[in-house]
């Protein structure tokens, strides 16, 4: 059978299951609609209409992908407490949080998910209506608006008490041992990949001092861990599709204690890249100075409040240790033999893996001009 035949029996049977799920989530309804928002390799995305006594709302459906989600029951405490935090946060300072957190349902039993069986796990939050994501930055105004928001998101949760948040990722950005784990494999050579990226080896050797800082700020005390997002695609922020404006987080799966400079490179990694992720033509890649002062104009004002001058200064250093770190993923899975990352051909992970070494290496190249900008925003 074909994998879109697959696929499509799959999701036919999780629209099977939708009014069962709401039903555990204490929604009732006289008329429902369902329509996939996205199936990624990730979690299964559905909105969900519901007309009841001639009312209509709309909610969210996810069911979460339990094997790339390890601690789900962790997961879902985490995004509890933090949206939790933030909505009192917000009503504190006398702002709405209807729209600008996500809200999760809840069951009788205080839960927020719905644990049916080892492979459905669910839960159900609330649309945010007329919001839109987009996968690639065109606009900087947009991009700036989501900057600010991301960073809001760390200031909201800079008072959240730490030692309530269970690390369900631990290690997911700590780029030494990414390094450490790609060094390895290359010495297994698993699959007989290991010769083809020797050139890439060596110049990820070479510049251990860029990718290595900021885990040895933290080690050292300089820099404090937060609550950080560690996942801030662009596509991971909801824009009012009217105004532009960046109206809420989303995708809090990977929210745990992290680096405040994680959230803001791994942002510009993903959004300032002139290529695709996986665009095999290195001569088409690099950083896009544009679009980098963008989303620092947004994010970096966010910050000031309650960053440190040390911290403050090791933002930059985010965007080549992000983009190194992804290189080294993509590099380590290709020499393991593709098992972790989905691919389309056999050379596909050496691609991204090269493509995201060139951006971090025009990242380096372009530092100056990187530090020069932070300051700007940080006075
Ligand atoms: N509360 C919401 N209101 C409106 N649309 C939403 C909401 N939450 C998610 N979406 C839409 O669903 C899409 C997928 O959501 P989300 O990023 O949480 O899923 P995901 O599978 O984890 O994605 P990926 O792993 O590919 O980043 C979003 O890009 C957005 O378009
Ligand atoms: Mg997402």
């Known amino acids: 059978m074909k994998i879109t035949e697959r696929k499509k029996i799959?999701?036919?049977?999780?629209?099977?299951?939708?009014?069962?799920?709401?039903?555990?989530?204490?929604?009732?309804?006289?008329?429902?609609?369902?329509?996939?928002?996205?199936?990624?390799?990730?979690?299964?995305?559905?909105?969900?209409?519901?007309?009841?006594k001639r009312v209509n709302r709309s909610f969210i459906v996810q069911r979460i992908n339990t094997y790339v989600f390890?601690?789900?029951?962790?997961?879902?405490?985490?995004?509890?407490?933090?949206?939790?935090?933030?909505?009192?946060?917000?009503?504190?300072?006398?702002?709405?949080?209807?729209?600008?957190?996500l809200q999760f349902l809840k069951r009788a039993d205080g839960t927020n998910y719905f644990f049916e069986d080892e492979e459905n796990f669910w839960r159900v939050y609330h649309y945010v209506p007329n919001s839109i994501t987009y996968d690639k930055a065109e606009d900087p105004e947009v991009l700036k608006n989501a900057g600010a928001s991301f960073g809001r998101f760390q200031e909201y949760l800079s008072d959240f008490p730490m030692e309530e948040l269970q690390d369900t990722m631990p290690d997911f950005h700590n780029t030494p041992k990414r390094m450490e784990n790609l060094f390895c494999a290359c010495e297994r050579d698993a699959v007989g990949r290991a010769g083809e990226i020797k050139g890439e080896i060596a110049l990820l050797k070479e510049h251990e001092k860029v990718w290595g800082r900021l885990e040895k700020l933290r080690a050292e005390g300089k820099i404090p861990v937060r609550v950080t997002h560690n996942?801030?695609?662009?596509?991971?922020?909801?824009?009012?599709?009217?105004?532009?404006?960046a109206v809420c987080?989303?995708?809090?799966?990977?929210?745990?204690?992290?680096?405040?400079?994680?959230?803001?490179?791994?942002?510009?990694?993903?959004?300032?890249?002139?290529?695709a992720e996986d665009e095999p033509d290195l001569s088409k890649v690099s950083l896009d100075l544009g679009l980098y002062?963008?989303?620092?104009?947004?994010?970096?004002?966010?910050?000031?409040?309650?960053?440190?001058?040390?911290?403050?200064e090791s933002l930059a250093l985010g965007a080549p240790t992000m983009a190194f770190e992804?290189?080294?993923?993509?590099l380590?899975?290709?020499?393991?033999?593709?098992?972790?990352?989905?691919?389309?051909?056999?050379?596909?992970?050496?691609?991204?893996?090269?493509?995201q070494l060139a951006l971090a290496l025009d990242m380096v190249a372009k530092w100056d001009e990187l530090q020069r900008i932070n300051r700007i925003f940080a006075k």
């Open 293 to 312: 002062e963008a989303f620092a104009a947004g994010f970096i004002p966010a910050c000031r409040s309650f960053c440190s001058d040390a911290e403050m």
């Open 249 to 275: 987080v989303i995708d809090l799966d990977t929210v745990t204690p992290g680096l405040c400079a994680y959230d803001f490179g791994d942002a510009v990694r993903f959004s300032a890249n002139t290529a």
């Open 10 to 52: 799959m999701m036919s049977n999780y629209y099977k299951r939708i009014p069962f799920v709401l039903r555990q989530f204490g929604l009732s309804f006289d008329a429902f609609g369902v329509e996939t928002l996205h199936s990624g390799h990730i979690n299964c995305t559905f909105k969900v209409s519901l007309r009841s």
């Open 231 to 245: 996942d801030t695609k662009y596509n991971n922020i909801l824009i009012d599709r009217t105004t532009g404006e």
């Open 332 to 355: 380590e899975d290709y020499v393991n033999g593709d098992k972790y990352f989905k691919v389309s051909h056999a050379t596909h992970n050496l691609e991204r893996g090269r493509n």
């Open 70 to 101: 390890r601690d789900p029951v962790g997961i879902m405490q985490n995004i509890d407490k933090v949206t939790e935090h933030i909505r009192r946060g917000m009503l504190a300072r006398g702002e709405d949080p209807t729209g600008r957190v």
């Open 326 to 330: 992804l290189a080294a993923r993509f």
